[in-house]
């Protein structure tokens, strides 16, 4: 029988990770799976309150980092104690904001690793506003792209910024098809299987075939963002089979409608823009050493 572990990366939000950690226990019947928690960090003290919550529960371990990690290394401390501590074959990592309601989840993942052999598997994942995020890219991205961006992305930061300024002040439906580019239309790529494409960080299952040889989930460097199109290149370049399925389905919470104010608009999009150039750096330079 296989041994599954769920890894859950938790920052504060422990509302989301309960809320998460319920939907997986209605769907972990059987002895041989578990739901490792990593609380990140966290000085709110919710790391140790989910310690405390769980401390009954043979199945659920809570991991404290004393700092927080980022997105990479906070889950490869889960996907290493999983790995090595619980003799896990498949290794599923899933966003603390994320709901799976298929009671037969489980089962589905295994079944098509029996058929596809994949080393990774990605569902469908969709948001409370009905978009889907995976996959996240269809192909892999170039090193030109990735120039492009690095040149650009302090000015491209400023744009997003001057839109929201006008979205703000009820100018921007008159003014953004004059100005800036049309919004992409819907992805629809989930609706099919796909092999070789980018998936969405939000959850991720490594199969015993990539748990096997790999020791960490993630390239480590980055802290939040681009850590899937690293995870793809490198699995592309090690001939790793990466699969996206739309027979798994889950719930991402994170694109739930928030209200922002200006300063605080201003501060999540510096470091966005700031982060995903320094892991673009991270990914550039591991393709000029291929």
């Known amino acids: 029988m296989q041994k599954i572990s769920f890894i859950i990366l ?24 578990n739901i490792v928690v990593v609380d990140n960090g966290s000085n709110d003290e919710s790391g140790n309150k989910l310690k405390e919550l769980y401390e009954e529960n043979e199945n659920i371990y809570v991991l404290i980092n004393s700092e927080n990690l980022g997105f990479a290394q906070g889950n490869n401390i889960g996907y290493s104690f999983a790995r090595e501590n619980l003799q896990a074959t498949f290794i599923a990592v899933i966003n603390n904001d994320t709901i ?30 009905g978009i889907h995020q995976s996959p996240l890219a269809m192909n892999r991205i170039t090193l030109e792209e990735i120039n492009y961006f690095l040149k ?33 239309e819907q992805n629809e790529n989930y609706k099919t299987k796909h092999e070789d494409v980018v998936l969405s960080g939000a959850f991720l299952i490594f199969s015993p075939d ?10 480590p460097g980055t802290f939040m963002y681009v850590e899937e199109f690293i995870l793809f290149h490198l699995c592309h370049q090690k001939k790793y089979k990466v699969l996206y399925t739309p ?34 750096l991270i990914l550039k330079k591991i393709m000029e050493n291929d």
Do not use: W
């Open 100 to 129: 799976i309601n298929d009671e037969n989840f489980v089962t589905k993942f295994i079944n098509i690793y029996s058929i596809e052999k994949y080393h990774v598997l990605g569902p469908d994942v969709m948001t409370l506003e």
């Open 247 to 280: 027979d798994l389905y889950i719930l991402h919470k994170h694109e739930a409608s928030t209200k922002n104010d200006l300063k605080s608009f201003f501060k999540k999009t510096d470091f966005f823009y700031h982060h995903v150039a320094q892991g673009y």
């Open 10 to 33: 938790h920052y504060k939000t422990i509302q989301e990770t309960i809320a998460c950690v319920n939907s997986i226990e209605k769907l972990i019947s059987h002895e041989k799976c």
């Open 210 to 219: 990539f748990v096997k040889k790999e020791k960490e989930a993630f390239y």
């Open 152 to 184: 650009n992305y302090k000015k491209e930061s400023l744009m997003v910024k001057i839109k929201y300024i006008l979205k703000k002040f009820f100018l921007f439906r008159y003014i953004k098809n004059r100005f800036f580019h049309k919004e992409q």
